[in-house]
């Protein structure tokens, strides 16, 4: 999961999800992804793409899926151990010096994974509560920014063990998360300043 350069820019995301893919088959060492043509007509071999958040690399693809390799520390950092065929995924193309930057800079690093504790209802939206490690949560702040399954998010409250966001109908019906579980996993990414930060303070 390591930044892919070119020149002076490493490929980075924006966390806005315009495209879904549903899993057609994984292995310990790839993963087939079914998607629509508007996602697959931006592929080429090579080109890095977000899975659920997860920054990964096209080594195939056809008129109907593409296929990526993982290895050993994705599976086991990620909720990629836990997908199924047929689950639905979030993707997204890495954002370029044309794009309009409307979600935050995301890096396609996952930092570890959270866990839906709760979804509750609130008038048009939807509040979901995650679990996390006290090593994560370090780096989470009330209104700061998130990433949820490489979806850019606010935090709406940050506890020692977890922290809430908030979904409106648009990001709720046009993601993953409208078939998410209480006890399903998903990938966090943190504010990458908050990392850089500490380290320069330390």
Not at 14 to 35: D, F, H, P, R, Y
Not at 97 to 121: E, Y
Not at 138 to 153: C, D, F, H, Q, R
Request: aromatic share 10%; proline share 2%.
């Amino acid at each position: 999961m390591a930044p892919k350069y070119r020149g002076f820019f490493y490929f980075v995301f924006t966390g806005i999800i315009n495209n879904l893919g549903t899993v057609v088959n994984k292995t310990k060492t790839s993963l087939i992804i079914k998607t629509d043509n508007d996602f697959l007509n931006g592929l080429k071999k090579g080109t890095s793409v977000a899975i659920d958040g997860i920054c990964l690399t096209v080594v195939t693809y056809n008129k109907n899926s593409f296929k990526v390799n993982i290895m050993p520390e994705t599976t086991n950092r990620t909720n990629i151990q836990y997908l199924q065929s047929e689950d639905l995924v979030n993707l997204e193309l890495p954002t370029t010096a044309n794009s309009f930057l409307s979600g935050h800079i995301v890096q396609g690093h996952i930092d570890g994974t959270g866990r839906l504790q709760s979804i509750i209802k609130k008038n048009n939206s939807y509040i979901l509560k995650f679990s996390t490690s006290n090593s994560l949560s370090k780096y989470v702040v009330e209104k700061g920014a998130i990433t949820v399954n490489g979806i850019s998010l606010t935090v709406i409250k940050s506890a020692k063990n977890y922290f809430t966001v908030g979904i409106i109908p648009h990001t709720w019906e046009k993601t993953m998360l409208h078939t998410i579980k209480v006890g399903d996993f998903v990938n966090v990414e943190v504010d990458i300043l908050a990392k850089y930060i500490e380290k320069l303070l330390k």
